[in-house]
């Protein structure tokens, strides 16, 4: 094994579990999941004498999982179809849903450019302007994604899970 393979290898190693919960959280199923990270490391490997610094390489990697899922949902031939019935979706008691667990139904109900803002804003901590660059649109479109993926949120959110935010202005009785 040549010194390029024992990196990647390494690297693969040290940080493929991580890299695996991000593509997840961008693909919402277990099975796209894993098929997106093999499809992106396969990409990686083949760049690898592209990355020059080392210190960047999971960095590039997710850039690489981002584009290569919205690239994925960007076909015609996988997108959704609508049915006559829709699946239910809805949580009986939201209180016995674990906190993380819960978020992520929550995330399930938008569509994959909204999730995939909200999971690098606020999953990833990053600022609007590199989530520009790493899903290719521009700021503007970020932040309306922004916008309308936390709108939609809140529209499902159970009305107990807003008691943490501030009451807005006039919504109190007397």
Request: negative net charge; hydrophobic residues 40%; glycine residues 6%.
């Amino acid at each position: 094994m040549d010194e390029r393979d024992e990196e990647f290898t390494a690297f693969v190693t040290a940080r493929s579990a991580a890299l695996l919960r991000y593509a997840y959280l961008l693909t919402g199923d277990h099975a796209s999941a894993e098929d997106l990270l093999q499809n992106t490391l396969v990409k990686v490997y083949l760049s690898w004498h592209k990355i020059a610094d080392r210190g960047s390489v999971e960095a590039y990697t997710r850039t690489a999982l981002t584009r290569t899922n919205i690239s994925v949902w960007r076909k015609v031939g996988r997108r959704e179809f609508a049915t006559e019935t829709t699946p239910d979706r809805v949580v009986e008691d939201r209180h016995d849903i674990d906190e993380r667990d819960g978020m992520w139904a929550l995330l399930q109900t938008l569509g994959p450019r909204q999730r995939t803002v909200l999971v690098l804003r606020f999953y990833e901590d990053l600022p609007e302007a590199e989530i520009a660059d790493i899903m290719g649109c521009s700021l503007g479109t970020v932040k309306s994604q922004l916008s309308r993926g936390l709108a939609n949120l809140r529209k499902v959110l159970p009305d107990d899970t807003a008691a943490g935010r501030p009451a807005a202005a006039g919504s109190e009785r007397k």
